[in-house]
């Protein structure tokens, strides 16, 4: 079974700058959830998704991140304009059912704004 | 309000156990254990529920106390692989079943 892949791994942009994240869950998994990891601290969750609808997104910064799951599937996480306590990395999980809630985590992708 | 993990950081030798502690201020619904290897993403090891049920790793054993909130991470006679960080997340009750991770517990076996 293939795992939840993320791109790109790692990503160096400047302050202001535009960025976006790929995620594609394992397959069937309609729960999709974004993480923000800072160096030393545990995963902080962003937003979930169930299918393609927002199940919380409450601790988003709407004022500057975004995130979509158009068809239920692969979801894109964006962030306009950086800052550089954006810096971290940002995980994407994915879990069989909002029930069944065993969370499988993609790679990440380290994003360092200068 | 994230749980509160202790130790921050335990060295042990090979063969030796060791506890990880996660407390929660809220009622929780369940607690999810998590280890995470530097530079990858965490990997789930077990998850506790709130009236005993529990799934997971088979070499490594946990506790969920209901009434103070609170679980326990057993390793008994620790490996080499098993170093990293290990996270709780928790799930309170009427959370739309999201986890909330302490900050982790930072593991060292040593051989």
């Known amino acids: 079974e293939a795992g939840v892949a993320q791109s790109p791994r790692y990503k160096i942009i400047e302050k202001r700058q535009s960025v976006a994240f790929w995620c594609n869950p394992i397959?069937?998994?309609?729960?999709l959830y974004w993480y923000q990891q800072i160096l030393g601290q545990g995963p902080k969750l962003l937003i979930q998704?169930?299918?393609?609808?927002?199940?919380?997104d409450s601790q988003l910064p709407k004022d500057r991140f975004s995130a979509e799951r158009l068809k239920g599937v692969d979801s894109t996480l964006k962030i306009q304009p950086a800052k550089l306590e954006d810096s971290a990395v940002y995980l994407c999980?994915?879990?069989?059912?909002?029930?069944?809630?065993?969370?499988?985590f993609g790679p990440g992708t380290r994003l360092t704004v200068l | 309000q994230q749980p509160v993990q202790s130790p921050q950081a335990v060295i042990l030798r090979e063969g030796e156990d060791a506890v990880i502690n996660c407390s929660s201020s809220?009622?929780?619904?369940?607690v999810h254990w998590y280890r995470q290897k530097h530079g990858e993403a965490p990997v789930f090891l077990m998850i506790?529920?709130?009236?005993?049920e529990q799934k997971g790793h088979e070499k490594i054993s946990a506790s969920f106390n209901e009434k103070k909130q609170q679980s326990s991470l057993y390793l008994t006679a620790s490996q080499l692989s098993y170093s990293g960080t290990y996270f709780c997340?928790?799930?309170?009750?009427?959370?739309?079943?999201?986890?909330?991770f302490g900050s982790g517990t930072q593991l060292t076996v040593l051989p």
């Open positions: 998704f169930q299918n393609n609808g927002v199940v919380d």
């Open positions: 997340g928790t799930e309170s009750t009427g959370s739309a079943r999201q986890l909330t």
């Open positions: 999980a994915s879990s069989p059912t909002v029930q069944d809630n065993e969370q499988f």
């Open positions: 397959s069937g998994h309609a729960t």
């Open positions: 809220k009622a929780l619904y369940s």
């Open positions: 506790l529920l709130k009236g005993g």
